[in-house]
């Protein structure tokens, strides 16, 4: 299983970025996966997650701002983030699970990761 995230960046508060996470190894569409995020100082949190019917969840901190997705053609999943404010700064990570229905937004639920992709919000 490898995950590659790629898509962080710096921008200025308001503004969007698309992370992307560049899945292989394994039978793509089947399984759960997340988004998390570490800022300096802080515990890995759990972004937004998509299980395996497609369902997404979100942390309050991001609804309505963020969008997960997945590209099962291209074996990606996506992060789209707009209006991104200072506190969204962070390393991005991409994770996969098992095969799983609902929200799973515990680091803990997730068995491989990504190298991360570093997103820098500016006020």
């Known amino acids: 299983v490898l995950l590659v995230e790629s898509g962080g960046g710096s921008v200025q508060a308001g503004g969007s970025l698309r992370l992307s996470c560049a899945a292989s190894g394994y039978t793509y569409s089947r399984y759960c996966m997340g988004w998390f995020r570490q800022g300096p100082g802080k515990v890995r949190e759990g972004v937004a997650s998509?299980?395996?019917?497609?369902?997404?969840s979100y942390a309050d901190s991001v609804k309505g701002r963020f969008t997960i997705s997945k590209d099962h053609a291209k074996n990606t999943l996506y992060l789209q983030m707009n209006s991104l404010k200072p506190e969204d700064t962070a390393m991005y990570y991409c994770?996969?699970?098992?095969?799983?229905?609902?929200?799973?937004?515990?680091?803990?639920?997730?068995?491989?990761w990504g190298q991360g992709t570093q997103v820098t919000v500016s006020s």
């Open positions: 998509i299980d395996s019917d497609g369902k997404t």
């Open positions: 994770a996969r699970a098992g095969i799983c229905r609902g929200p799973h937004r515990r680091p803990t639920e997730y068995s491989f």
